[in-house]
Structure formats: C-alpha cells, structure tokens
C-alpha cells in the first residue's frame, strides 16, 4: 500500500508542477499588435488656464488606424496638459488617455495611460522618438490585459504603435 501511496503522491506532485507550468506560460504569454495610421487630423483644443498653452489644456482626436493584419481600429484620444516650460520652444508634460476600439465597435478594447513630453509649440510628439504607455486594461476578447504600447511619430508623419499585450 505504501507503494501506491508513493505513486500517487509523485503524480499528484506531477501533476500540480505541470499545471503550474502550463498557467505560468499562459500567464506569461506575450500577443504583439501593431497599429499605424497616417498623419492625425488636428485636435479639438480645449484651451482651459491661462490663454494659450497652459497647465490644463486638453486636446481630443478620434480617427480611424488598421492593424498589422489589416483590420480596421478606431482610436479615441484625451491628452492633458500637466506641465509647461517657460521657455517658447521648451515641453511640456501631457498625460494620454487612449483606447484602440477592434472589429468595428466597441466590444473589444485596449485602453492605455501615460505621460510624455511634447513641443510646447506641437500637438503630437517630436519625429522618431519612440514613447512607451501601460496597457492598462480592456473589454471583450481583451478583458484583463496589462502590457505596454510604444508609439513612434515617423518621419514622414506617420504613426506607429506596438502594443504588447500580456
């Protein structure tokens, strides 16, 4: 009976590690999206503060961008101005709140958060400089994810935005 008692007990052991194994690599399983779109149109500024750019300012865009697989992404973002220099060419810090709507509503979302600096004198980022925000959740097939986006403004105006989903 020991005998039998032995076996169970290694593959209960077995048993517990693999799936153990098996929920980690999920876990840690990583999906890369790419999206891109042309240049953004310009943004609905809403000049709050002071006239002019001030701590408080808000700049809103909704437009449509597609995957790496083609499929069309709607993106609806609230940039928020947390900080300005005092010089005319200085940055500015700009908080992001962000969400990539998928299959053409808004079942599935990703939602991201972050801050950057931006030209004071510029709406978007400067050229080739890439930014990284937290994935900070989702809805529909993407509920529960975590992960990362970094966003490069190319240099011929074009957006890119590598979202790493995990």
């Not at 928020?80 to 509503?105: C, H, L, Q, W, Y």
């Amino acid at each position: 009976m020991d005998l039998n008692k032995s076996q169970f007990t290694s593959f209960f052991r077995i048993f517990i590690a693999s799936t153990f194994l098996v929920l980690t690599s999920l876990v840690c399983a990583q999906t890369v999206i790419t999206v891109t779109h042309p240049a953004v149109p310009a943004p609905t500024l809403l000049d709050h503060g002071a006239k002019g750019q001030s701590i408080g300012d808000v700049r809103l865009w909704h437009f449509k961008a597609k995957t790496n697989t083609g499929a069309e992404v709607m993106t609806d973002w609230i940039m928020t101005t947390t900080s300005v220099s005092d010089e005319v060419s200085g940055m500015e810090s700009r908080i992001t709140s962000a969400v990539f709507s998928f299959n053409s509503g808004s079942k599935d979302q990703i939602i991201i958060q972050g801050v950057a600096s931006y030209p004071s004198l510029k709406a978007t980022l400067v050229e080739s400089s890439p930014t990284a925000r937290a994935i900070t959740g989702g809805t529909g097939k993407y509920a529960g994810v975590g992960g990362w986006v970094e966003t490069t403004h190319l240099q011929d105006g074009t957006w890119q935005h590598v979202l790493y989903i995990k």
